[in-house]
Nanobody
Framework: QVQLVESGGELVQAGGSLRLSCAVS????????VGWSRQAPGKEREFVAG????????RYGDSVKGRFTISRDNAKNTVNLQMNSLKSEDTANYYC???????????????????WGQGTQVTVSS
């Protein structure tokens, strides 16, 4: 079992930065892939970024590559998402999720993630 709680979402100006955090609890945290996904009203859930259990492998969605950075600190049981150069298109509810299975790579399909947080809202204004 893995539990996740997101925090850090807020209103931010376009071009600004924001840092989201995901507090993870559970015995499988160190072996689980943890990812961030987002969903805006009327749109499908979109993979944003993911990181392997060891932290050595990361993967990003095309729309955020070069602007967002994911990291994890297993000792503190946290996963962070640093978001820079934010655009209005980044406005969405951001979810942290973890896999049940152990992966040596970072899967992109959201269906591969089994445990989800409740989300944190990020709103980017012009």
């Amino acid at each position: 079992q893995v539990q996740l709680v997101e925090s850090g979402g807020e209103l931010v100006q376009a071009g600004g930065s924001l840092r989201l955090s995901c507090a993870v609890s559970g015995r499988t945290f160190s072996n689980s892939v943890v990812g961030w996904s987002r969903q805006a009203p009327g749109k499908e859930r979109e993979f944003v970024a993911g990181i392997s259990g060891s932290g050595t492998s990361t993967r990003y969605g095309d729309s955020v590559k070069g602007r967002f950075t994911i990291s994890r600190d297993n000792a503190k049981n946290t996963v962070n998402l640093q978001m820079n150069s934010l655009k209005s298109e980044d406005t969405a509810n951001y979810y942290c999720a973890a896999t049940r299975s152990v992966f040596s790579y970072v899967p992109m399909p959201t269906s591969e993630y089994n445990y989800w947080g409740q989300g944190t809202q990020v709103t980017v204004s012009s």
